[in-house]
């Protein structure tokens, strides 16, 4: 009980429970419980089953197997975040922000969820702290070697990974093509392009392009260049690019490359392909540009996704420059796209 002149006891319905603490600090300390509920429905495809329109609880989980009262509690807390919505009946529908949790859209994010919030990620994390006091990587503390190498080792590891990395890809893919104005005519070299989503990207926008799919032999075996419209177009070369890349290349791509490694690492890739390429060839980096002051920015986080599983980093406009130089490359200019990444354009001197 209080008085009229007394403060409100903290446990008082009239007073949210998180007032009493920052509201930032309150939402970053349960970040961990949000992506576990959004990893259960995920799991348990949820969000395939409120396609056709709002259902209850119990409904849901006679159709997924699952417990009604904990599956209830769960969406409550993600129709906080925007992702579903409760009406007056107690059915949940899935609200827009959610839609990218079905597996039967385009560009589902459904199997990008399940990466990141996979165990391989968790584990990571937990192992954060003690990272920070050795330099160690958490996720070698965690799994007790490199993520490659586990990746490697584990096919079912290895099956999430792949299918999260092409659900992030898929729609990626379309908006970098159509955010640089590749010349008609030219040869893209796509190094380390894995099935080569963006190459195919590219040359559907170009009729006259010519493209190299360079990757691991096993890698581009499972290509998805085969289409009638590109016929003739196209080639793919297995290889590691740590050692040599296909020369000849009037464009070359690196997607993703750059950030899984530290920049002695990343000094060896642009190594090779300064090597194979001639003076004034283009060399295109697409990565997250982290911007600086402290813009918030998705780059950041993904930065930390870096320094928590490989030995990789995303990294600001200046050091790509300082970096391209030190590797033969001039930078040109940085173009952004409506995706996470930019491309990062620079000129082999």
């Known amino acids: 009980m209080t008085g009229p002149g007394d403060s409100p006891s903290p446990l008082s319905p009239d007073r949210p429970p998180a007032a009493s603490a920052p509201a930032v600090l309150h939402d970053v300390m349960f970040g961990h419980v949000h992506s576990a509920a959004l990893r259960a429905v995920a799991v348990h495809r949820i969000a395939d089953h409120l396609a056709d329109g709002p259902r209850t609880p119990v409904e849901l989980a006679g159709l997924t197997g699952t417990d009604a009262a904990a599956l209830r509690r769960v969406l409550r807390l993600l129709a906080v975040r925007g992702l579903f919505h409760e009406d007056a009946r107690g059915r949940f529908r899935l609200e827009p922000a959610g839609q990218p949790l079905r597996t039967d859209v385009a560009h589902s994010q459904h199997a990008g969820v399940l990466m990141i919030t996979d165990p391989m990620i968790a584990g990571s994390a937990a192992e954060l702290p ?14 007790g070697g490199p993520f490659f190498e586990h990746l490697h080792e584990s096919p079912q590891d290895r099956a999430v990974f792949d299918a999260g ?3 992030f890809s898929g729609q990626e893919d379309e908006l970098v093509a159509r955010s640089y104005p590749f010349p008609d005519g030219a040869r893209v070299v796509d190094v380390g392009g894995g099935r080569g989503g963006l190459l195919r990207a590219v040359l559907r926008r170009g009729p006259a392009l010519e493209g190299v799919l360079f990757d691991r032999p096993a890698t581009v075996a499972g290509h998805l260049l085969d289409e009638p419209a590109l016929a003739g177009r196209w080639r793919t070369e297995g290889g590691d690019f740590f050692e040599a890349v296909p020369p000849g290349g009037d464009f070359y791509l690196l997607k993703h490359i750059l950030h899984d490694w530290d920049d002695e690492a990343a000094l060896r890739v642009l190594g090779s392909v300064r090597r194979a390429a ?52 001039r930078l040109h200019r940085i173009l952004p796209t409506p995706a996470l990444p930019s491309v990062v354009e620079a000129v082999a001197v």
């Open 130 to 143: 003690r990272a920070l006091g050795d330099g160690r990587s958490p996720f070698e503390l965690a799994y």
């Open 165 to 167: 990395m092409a659900s």
């Open 278 to 329: 001639a003076p004034g060839a283009r060399l295109l980096v697409v990565d997250a540009v982290l911007p600086g002051g402290g813009v918030p920015h998705p780059a950041v986080e993904l930065d930390i996704v870096m320094l928590m599983v490989v030995e990789g980093r995303e990294r600001t406009a200046a050091e790509f420059e300082e970096l391209l130089a030190r590797a033969g490359f």
